[in-house]
């Protein structure tokens, strides 16, 4: 890995984003090591740029999910900003389709969405893991992938700790939302919600992993709630980075972040996949911290 960016998004106790640290209150480790970090900048109302993978298998076209999906990306769409680009991709039947590349112009995603139809069965770990690598690199430094699918993968033939290493290397938040088929009465909302609750776990897995947050969600309501946190998260950000030593082995190592305690929750990706960080040298102060 020739960089690490970690974005990182604290809270405080009331779910407002902390807009006030400062570098000497930010401790990030690896492996419970503090690192010596070269890149330290608070991001506001930042242009990003969005990875949009849809779920085009057979079953999203039941429970009116492929139309909610739609619904999401348009609210996706209108909350642009100047700066902001998109990349459409799809998958169904083993495959990830590049269908838009990054655009800033919103009407061809839109006229785009309008076209496709869902087939074939779910191969959801193996689309993440064959996401092409410029999916990754929009020009701007605030980035995401958005993942919108019914979450029941049925023709993977990755297994989900293979799908997990992969997302460790990945240095991108990744931001799945799930799409359930809204019940048509009370008494068979359990069999409805089954394809729904298959793999949330892996949902929320992916998500934690990467720095990301899930979402669920069975009305255009909800789905519209989901996507305002989403854009509001990567809206404010603060930017974290280190180049590693090159030193010992490529391995997975375990990201930690220590804030002051007005900070009571932050989103932080939960790892890196490579050689050693550059350490500090010698002990930071305190001061400020409380």
């Keep these: 890995m020739g960089y690490v960016l970690v974005p990182i998004v604290p809270r405080d106790g009331e779910g407002r984003s902390v807009l006030n640290l400062s570098k000497k209150e930010v401790t ?10 070269d890149l330290f900048e608070r991001v506001i109302n930042a242009p990003v740029s969005f990875t949009i993978l849809l779920d085009l ?19 996706l769409l209108a909350a642009r900003q100047k700066g902001d680009d998109f990349a459409l991709y ?23 969405l309008r076209e496709i139809t ?14 092409p690598d410029k999916t990754l690199i929009g020009k701007n430094g605030s980035r995401a992938i958005i993942v919108f699918t019914d ?25 799945p939302v799930g799409l359930r088929a809204k019940p048509k009465s009370a008494e068979n909302s359990s069999a409805e919600y089954q394809d729904a609750s298959q793999d949330v776990e892996i949902l929320r897995e992916i998500a934690k992993v990467t720095g990301g947050r899930s979402a669920f969600a069975d009305s255009p309501e909800e ?8 854009i509001k998260e990567l809206r404010f950000q603060y930017l974290l980075g280190f180049k590693p030593t090159g030193r010992g082995r490529n391995q997975y190592r375990k990201i930690s972040v220590e804030l002051p ?8 990706r939960r790892g890196y996949r490579g050689t050693e960080p550059p350490l500090q040298t010698r002990s930071r102060s305190r001061e400020g911290r409380g």
């Design 151 to 175: 979450g029941f993968d049925n023709a993977s033939s990755m297994s989900r700790s293979d799908l997990t290493a992969i997302l460790e290397g990945i240095d991108v938040p990744v931001y």
């Design 261 to 268: 305690r007005r900070v009571r929750s932050v989103h932080v």
């Design 90 to 112: 799809t998958f169904s039947a083993g495959e990830v389709r590049e269908v838009v590349p990054f655009t800033s112009d919103a009407s061809k995603l839109q006229r785009t």
């Design 118 to 131: 869902p087939y074939g069965k779910t191969a959801f770990f193996d689309a993440l893991a064959r996401m």
């Design 57 to 75: 298998s057979g079953s999203m076209g039941l429970g009116g999910k492929l139309e909610g999906a739609r619904g999401a990306i348009d609210d």
């Design 28 to 37: 990030l480790a690896v492996d419970g090591r503090p690192v010596a970090l």
């Design 223 to 230: 789905l519209k709630k989901a996507i305002a946190e989403i």
